[in-house]
């Protein structure tokens, strides 16, 4: 296990990542694609599948996107009336008009948001387009960049590549899932080229004051509710290096909310000087434990989420346990994370 991040902090160059020829000639080729994105989808997901879909649909393809209803966390649901022209797929249809399948921003089949799972090694092409480090490379054609911010941002650069031009609603879908991958700009994964595409959605229309308003100031007050026990229940350990907190489903139902309104509230643990891995513990159905793991500075935590059966990025990553209390789980998982900055010299 290392501490240190596999990319380049930000500032520094990185590859301009282009998709291959050939994944771009493939994807000229798809005429009716089902763009689907991971389970709890945030920001990124839904600017990313949605982005992709309008644009598509302006240049004459018929895009649908598969998305059960009822998965949207309040925070974002204005991005669904941003892409309110895309029909939308609630279940897979192996039946439907669908001659191809894209993922987006999903790292792993198992997490792909429809029931059944689509078979991507099916009869139809299949694409996967993913900024996730720990992505399979599932699809038929694959173009994963690790080096991106986020899937919006390759979204992006795909259309650019396309020779294709953003009507403002892409713009704003793809500049909000930028927004919200990046933390508003200020996360290491934010480079040169993240703010550069950011600037030409600006550029093409991208409404920055309303992404602003919906995504830093609309709380709604189950959120805020949410938020007060984020807080209240925050611990700290390891000489102040690792900061966690803890939902139970009693909470989250006590504040009006429910398993798909958990997104980033980890921010909250891990906005405390000096911390350097916080954690997010929530039981958003009963007997399942979601943990959320964020690493600052030069701390990663994706290795500590593949240990406990998870994935995402270096330094953002997630698991899902079962069969476990919440006071077993956060048991082992802060003791497997006190042992991780030890390991790495943090501790
Ligand atoms: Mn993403």
């Not at 593949?306 to 346990?321: D, L, N, R, T």
Request: hydrophobic content about 40%; glycine content about 10%; some cysteine.
């Amino acid at each position: 296990m290392s501490a240190t991040a596999s990319r380049p902090a930000s500032g520094e160059s990185r590859p301009n990542l282009r998709p291959r020829p050939d994944f771009l000639e493939s994807l000229r080729a798809v005429k009716s694609p089902l763009i689907a994105g991971h389970v709890t989808p945030d920001a990124d997901c839904l600017g990313s599948t949605f982005g992709l879909a309008m644009a598509m649909r302006e240049y004459g393809i018929d895009a649908r996107v598969g998305l059960p209803p009822g998965c949207v966390a309040n925070k974002i649901a204005f991005m669904l009336d941003l892409g309110a022209d895309v029909p939308r797929v609630m279940e897979w249809d192996p039946s439907g008009p669908q001659d191809s399948i894209i993922v987006i921003d999903t790292a792993a089949e198992k997490r792909i948001n429809l029931q059944p799972p689509p078979p991507l090694a099916g009869p139809v092409p299949s694409f996967n387009i993913d900024h996730h480090i720990t992505n399979t490379d599932f699809g038929a054609n694959n173009w994963v960049d690790p080096h991106a911010s986020s899937s919006c941002e390759m979204i992006a650069v795909l259309l650019d590549s396309l020779g294709w031009q953003a009507s403002s609603r892409v713009a704003s879908l793809l500049y909000a899932g930028i927004y919200g991958d990046t933390g508003g700009f200020s996360l290491p994964c934010t480079s040169a080229e993240s703010l550069r595409v950011a600037a030409e959605l600006v550029r093409g229309g991208a409404d920055v004051a309303h992404i602003g308003e919906q995504l830093c100031r609309s709380q709604n007050r189950s959120d805020f509710e949410l938020l007060r026990r984020v807080y209240d229940h925050t611990t700290v350990v390891a000489d102040g290096r690792i900061a966690y907190s803890h939902l139970s489903y009693r909470d989250i139902t006590d504040a009006g909310c429910r398993a798909d309104d958990i997104d980033d509230q980890v921010s909250i643990p891990r906005a405390l000087k000096g911390v350097v891995l916080a954690m997010l513990f929530s039981e958003g159905e009963p007997g399942v434990i979601r943990v959320n793991l964020r690493g600052e500075g030069r701390v990663t935590v994706v290795e500590l989420a593949q240990k406990f059966g998870g994935g995402g990025h270096s330094q953002s990553a997630g698991v899902k346990m079962k069969n476990k209390s919440m006071d077993q789980a956060i048991a082992e998982v802060v003791a497997a994370a006190t042992e991780h900055l030890r390991n790495s010299g943090v501790l």
